[in-house]
DNA sequence: GTGGTCTAGACCACC
DNA sequence: GTGGTCTAGACCACT
C-alpha cells in the first residue's frame, strides 16, 4: 500500500494530505527551519505517488510560504518569525 | 432504453427516483459514509438520462442532507449519527 | 510540425516561449484586459505541446500578474492598471 | 578503455584534448551555431573520463568564446560571425 | 542525487 | 468544453 496518512478516497486533494504532513512537521519542529525537507524523490518513496503530485505539494508549500526552493539544492524550510505575508 | 429502475411514465419525477436509488444505496451500506458517490458520467450512463436530471438528483440529496459536495472534489456521503439538521 | 514560433533547440524552456507569445498578445491588444485567453486545449493543439507545459506557461503567466485563473471558468487577462506588484 | 581520439599520455591535458575534438566538431559543421553541445553525461560516456574533466573542457571552451552555457538549460555553440570577443 | 522541464496519457467536477 | 488532479515515465544541468 502508500503511505498510511494519505487517504485518496478523500475530497482533499492527495497533493494537499502531503502538504499537511510536512506542515506538521515543520510545526512540531521534527523539520527545523532552514533545514531541508525531503527531496521530492523520497517524498515519492514515502507516499507512494506519482512525483507531479509531489511536486504540486511543494509548489503548494512554496506558495503559502511554508518553504523556499533553491534550483538543484533542495527546498528549505523557511523562517516565518519576521515579515510573513 | 434507460435503466429498468427509472419509470419515466410515473408521476414522481425522475430525479427523484434517481435520488431514491442513491439513498437506498447509502442505507444499505453500498455507499458508505464518507464515500464519494459516483461521477455525474456514471450516473448519466446507468440511469439513461441527461447530465441536468442527474445535477437535480444530487441538488436534491444535497438539500436534503444526505450527501455534501465538496467543490472540486466530489459528492460525499454524510454522516447523520451526529443529529445536525 | 509543431508551431513555427517554438523552438525546442532554444535554452528558452517551452513554456517561457509560449509565455512569452501570450503576453505579446497580451500587449499588442490582440488579448484585451478580461478576455479569456485560449483554453488549455487549445493552446495544446496551437503549439504542439504537452498539457503540462502549456499548464507551466499559464502558472508563470499567472505568478507574474498578466492573467488570473477562475477554476471551470478559464484564465483572464488581468488589469495591471491599477496596484501592479 | 576511453576514446581513441583521447591520449591520457600527451603532455596536453584531457580537457583540453576534448576542447579541441569539440572546436573541431563546432568548425567542421556537426555542430551548428546555436546548436546545444552534447550533455555532460554524454560527453563522460564518449570520452569515458571523469565528470570533472568533462566540466572543465566546458569551462575552457567557454572561456575562449566558443560556446555559452544558459543556466539550467546547456551550453550552446556561439555566433562569432560578429565580432565581440 | 537535487530540482527543472517535458511527454502522453487518464478521470473528474463544474459550467 | 473548462481547469484540477493524478499517473508513470523520460532527459537534463548543476552540485
Redesign the pocket.
Known amino acids: 500500500m ?1 503511505a498510511p496518512e494519505i487517504d ?1 478516497e478523500s475530497p482533499t ?5 502531503i502538504a499537511a504532513v510536512i506542515i506538521a512537521d515543520i510545526e512540531s519542529g521534527t523539520l527545523p527551519v532552514n533545514r ?7 517524498l515519492v518513496q514515502r507516499f ?6 509531489v ?2 505539494a ?1 509548489r503548494f508549500l512554496r506558495e503559502e510560504g511554508h518553504v523556499c ?7 528549505y524550510v523557511r523562517d516565518r518569525s519576521k515579515g510573513e505575508d
Chains 1, 2, 3, 4 share one sequence.
Open positions: 502508500a485518496h486533494p492527495v497533493y494537499r494530505q531541508r525537507i525531503p527531496s521530492e524523490a523520497s507512494g505517488v506519482a512525483r507531479e503530485t511536486r504540486n511543494v526552493t533553491v534550483p538543484q539544492r533542495g527546498t
